[in-house]
């Protein structure tokens, strides 16, 4: 059995205290910001360092007679550190405070999304490569179309994955932006090298401008990213449910020890998880649409994108990892039934081979033409009359006049069709 990926540290990334242990954690850099400026000694910052400190019920408790979530974390932050107090938040308007420590948080969670990436990536490469001579039926339209193996269907999805790894790992500087930098975003009541030192110590990159907020822009990318990486695991997973059906059945999701399908058809093995992947996908994309809605806001800012953010951020994240953990899941334990991906070649009455024949009939000589013609005219019997293509084939009067026996068997054969796939391959290797 495949090991289970937690999301314990997700669900950390995001939660109350890691917020607040962020929000101190810019507060602190600001102030180290002002020592280095010369504004404040170093051992004023150094007692507010060892003091600072939050009680969340405390936090929680002075929030609802101030309704400011802000305020209630500095007001309980000041009652430990004390009379230096008055240095904490200087020049600063909460969301220098909060945008720049939702950047860490994103940092984070950014960097948690790539491993859990990395680890599904690298589950689904070595099902691949259990699987890269398995022959099964490709399909175009869902209809037969020529033969191809399991492990280069999952390939695709490695390739998938990969390009969403890169994305991540390319735009995380982007998304990860800190401002300190006033009240409406010009530096008023605060010097702009308090942000430079600041973001610095923080090592996050700094908003070249800002109004009272970062643009959200940027969060909307991540959310962006998140959604597209949704939708493949949706695409991973619908391929999984279609080959599921009782009429295909070649692959299968796990089935654990006691499950059960349906409360009347004892029967039932239902793709259930896969279903489910499908349908919180539309949850991501859902949540894409509400960060789209949050880049317009009035003037240097208004409040309508928070409480938004307050759920599809933590949602959102917390959402794709539990996604990246329960199909790693089923497809670290997917069941392939390589005998039925063996009988279904027969659904089609071997016209999957249709093409070769055409292009021998062309290596032959024959115009292109009269090749289709001869070939689709076979494939349509095969097609109507419920008959073998390969009999049909070796029957045929125009065929025999260009291709003997012997040419027109080797002409069936499925490994044909996976001579590339070590080539294929060896574009690919497994991630550290």
Request: aromatic share 8%; hydrophobic share 40%.
């Amino acid at each position: 059995m495949i090991k289970r990926y937690s999301r314990e540290s997700m669900e950390r990334i995001w939660s109350d205290e890691n917020k607040f242990d962020k929000f101190l954690e810019v507060e602190i850099a600001v102030l180290k910001a002002y020592s280095k400026k010369g504004v404040i000694s170093r051992s004023i910052v150094a007692e507010i360092e060892k003091k600072a400190g939050y009680d969340i019920k405390r936090v929680n408790e002075i929030e609802k007679k101030t309704k400011h979530d802000v305020i209630a974390f500095l007001t309980a932050v000041g009652e430990k550190v004390g009379r230096y107090s008055k240095y904490i938040h200087m020049g600063m308007t909460s969301s220098d405070m909060i945008d720049t420590a939702n950047a860490l948080i994103l940092r984070d969670s950014i960097e948690e999304i790539i491993r859990g990436a990395k680890k599904f990536r690298n589950t689904i490469y070595m099902q691949a490569k259990k699987y890269k001579d398995t022959a099964i039926v490709g399909r175009t339209h869902g209809v037969h179309a020529e033969p191809t193996s399991v492990g280069l269907k999952m390939l695709v999805w490695v390739d998938d994955l990969d390009r969403c790894i890169t994305m991540f790992e390319k735009t995380k500087d982007g998304i990860t932006r800190g401002k300190i930098s006033g009240a409406v975003g010009n530096y008023a009541n605060i010097d702009p090298k308090i942000e430079e030192l600041a973001l610095k110590e923080l090592k996050i990159a700094r908003a070249e401008i800002s109004s009272q907020i970062v643009s959200r822009d940027v969060y909307a990318d991540y959310l962006y990213l998140i959604a597209r990486m949704g939708a493949v695991i949706e695409k991973i997973a619908l391929q999984v449910r279609l080959l599921q059906r009782t009429e295909t059945r070649e692959f299968e999701e796990p089935f654990t020890k006691g499950q059960k399908g349906s409360s009347a058809m004892p029967h039932k093995r239902n793709p259930v998880t896969c279903e489910q992947m499908c349908g919180l996908a539309r949850v991501l994309r859902g949540n894409l649409q509400s960060a789209m809605e949050n880049i317009a806001l009035w003037d240097e800012r208004d409040i309508s994108h928070s409480s938004v953010e307050r759920i599809i951020l933590p949602d959102s994240s917390i959402l794709i990892d539990y996604m990246m953990d329960k199909m790693d899941f089923v497809i670290g334990n997917l069941s392939v039934y390589e005998k039925n991906t063996e009988k279904n070649f027969e659904r089609s009455f071997n016209l999957l081979f249709s093409q070769r024949v055409l292009l021998s009939l062309l290596e032959k000589g024959l115009m292109r033409e009269n090749a289709y013609a001869i070939v689709q005219n076979l494939a349509m019997r095969a097609w109507d009359e419920g008959r073998d293509f390969e009999a049909l084939v070796l029957d045929d009067r125009e065929v025999k006049k260009y291709l003997n026996r012997q040419e027109i068997i080797l002409l069936f054969d499925k490994k044909h069709y996976l001579k590339k796939v070590n080539e294929i391959f060896s574009r690919f290797k497994k991630l550290s």
